[in-house]
């Protein structure tokens, strides 16, 4: 049977990585957390004090953009491939509510994205690949076998994603995370590079009203039918 990619798109908080991560197991495709490179490259900037909440030293930050060196590296207890920044695993650090208070910003910076798409098609070069993110189907790779665009009320993903805070002892409240999705959304959106929308050949899945079981049973369908079609 013939690889394909996957390319999966949507706005925050939307369960894109739980669905890609399914994928992946069940196909034994790549999976690949595009956020996360952002995330990461967005704790770079904090920790050396290129972005704070006065201010953002733009210029100063591309220039060293050379020094932030990322990789995926495979935990086998987890099942999926967790982000590293210059040698360090950083999956708890990129997931706070402060890196997602900066990320869009920095998302936004050209010099960044064709950094990070550079890295995400040379991942993704031989197929077999499940990648989520803003502008898989638009930008990294357009010409991807399945393309699918993710849904869900802003009310929804906020509940989604204040449990999940909480559950890793984040003290946050619900109408923060419900401002910070709202705002996130416009932002990435809105931006000038790469903005998130739709691929116009993108399937459309809003599974505000879908249990995990009955998503992933919808999508593997479109799979199969792909992979037929790909014969
Ligand atoms: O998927 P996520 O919420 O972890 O992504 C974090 C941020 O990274 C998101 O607000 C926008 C940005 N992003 C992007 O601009 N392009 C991508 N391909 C993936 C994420």
Redesign the pocket.
Known sequence: MKNITIAI?GF??TG??TIAKQLAKALGYIYV???????AV?LYAMQNNFISRENFNISDFVMQLHKVNLSFKFNASLGFAEMYLNGNNVEKE??TMK??SF??E???ISEV?KQ??KI?REIGKNSGVV??????GT??FPKAELKLFITASPEIRAERRYKELISRGEKIDYNTVLHNVNQ?DY??SH?KN?P?KKAEDAIEIDNSNLSLDEQFTKIMSLVKTTLKNKE
Do not use: E, F, N, P
């Open positions: 798109d925050s908080s894109k990585s957390d595009t956020g996360a490179m952002y995330r967005t990129i997931r890196v997602s990320v869009s920095v998302s936004a994205r990070l798409v995400q990648m989520d993110g803003r502008d898989i930008v990294v996130r932002v990435d931006r790469s998130l």
